[in-house]
């Protein structure tokens, strides 16, 4: 009986010792299923300034660290963070990667490793591109301040950014029709047109163009541009048909404009032409002074000297008037005949 005993004892003695084998055989299996998946950056991608290295982490254990190492043109950078597994004994993590304006753009490789007291997976190498340079807008056209009246406004802009992931142009902070792409043409340009026709009224809009390089630095420039539709009227004030200019003599000529967008009308769209009776030309009337004479009122004086031009007995003074919107207002005439 006490033999069966003894033997009953070493027997249960041999299951506690495989038991406890077995228990440590699984764990070392839990820690060589260890495993470390990098799901940014991706191969390949671009990161700009401020970055976040994304993982996950499976089969973890225990307490966990994870170092990334960022190595470039500027030399190497090393982040290192420990992590707990959740209860499914997963690490879903991340670590901020970041650069400034000082950090040399270029080719870089971002290295992952994740260890623990009993295991290191195999590292994960990323090959990125770092870019902290922001895309530049060389040129815009129209430029701020300047009156438009369509019904197609075409908005031109230059760029320089060699990694261009998108440019939008917004009227009012909201998008028009076709106002988004990913490429330029070979002089770094892009065109948008904006009709303006679903405007009912004429005033000033803000014009913003962004452009976005494929690591997300971003630049914005905004404008404002002025809808004018409506064309200014134009007298002649003098000379008139009964004026009495002599031959041979000196004389002013006044053109008063009205402009009802108020004051869109500059020096530069007022032509003054003295032609003969048939419409030819003759001289054209050069000007003296440009004046504001009131709320969109303008006064325009030009002066034919009697030196300057032999006139004939009978010409016409003929005026022509064109805002800076590109509206051209009717046209002028008067026919005078010297006394």
């Known amino acids: ?14 299951l506690r010792f495989l038991m406890a084998i077995s228990v440590m055989l699984v764990a070392v299996a839990a820690q060589a299923a260890f495993t470390l998946t990098v799901t940014s950056p991706t191969e390949g991608g671009f990161l700009g300034f401020n970055n976040q290295v994304k993982f996950l982490i499976t089969n973890a254990t225990e307490e966990t660290t994870v170092r990334v190492t960022a190595a470039g043109p500027g030399g190497s950078t090393v982040i290192e963070q420990k992590f707990t597994p959740n209860v499914d004994n997963k690490i879903d993590g991340s670590i901020a990667l970041s650069f400034n304006e000082s950090s040399p753009s270029g080719a870089y490789t971002v290295t992952v490793e994740a260890f623990d007291s009993g295991f290191t997976a195999p590292p994960v190498v990323r090959n990125v591109t770092v870019d902290v340079l922001k895309p530049k807008i060389l040129e815009f056209n129209p430029v701020s301040g300047t009156a438009v009246k369509g019904p197609i406004v075409p908005i031109n802009v230059k760029v320089l950014e060699s990694n261009l992931k998108e440019w939008r142009v917004k009227i009012d902070g909201n998008d028009i029709p076709n106002n988004t792409g990913t490429t330029v043409d070979g002089s770094g340009s892009f065109q948008v047109d904006w009709n303006v026709t679903g405007f009912l ?11 976005k390089d494929k690591s997300d630095n971003e630049t914005t420039q905004s404008v404002s541009l002025r809808i004018d539709r409506l064309a200014p009227t134009v007298s002649i004030t003098y000379p008139r048909t009964d004026s009495n200019i002599r ?3 000196d004389f002013s000529v006044i053109i ?16 003054v032409i003295i ?19 009131g709320s969109g009122t303008f006064r325009w004086t030009g002066r034919v000297r009697k030196d300057s031009i032999r006139l004939p007995s009978k010409f016409i003074v003929d005026v022509t008037v064109v805002d800076r919107a590109g509206n051209i207002a009717t046209q002028q005439q008067v026919t005078i005949s010297t006394r």
């Open 1 to 14: 009986m006490r033999i069966r005993i003894a033997k009953v004892e070493r027997i249960m003695k041999m």
């Open 201 to 211: 009224t004429d005033g000033t809009h803000t014009v913003s163009i962004s452009v």
């Open 247 to 249: 031959p041979r003599s």
């Open 256 to 271: 008063d404009i009205t402009d009802p967008n108020n004051g869109l009308i500059d020096f530069t769209g007022v032509d």
């Open 275 to 293: 032609r003969f009776p048939a419409g030819g030309y003759l001289y054209r009337v050069p000007r003296v002074s440009f004046q504001s004479t």
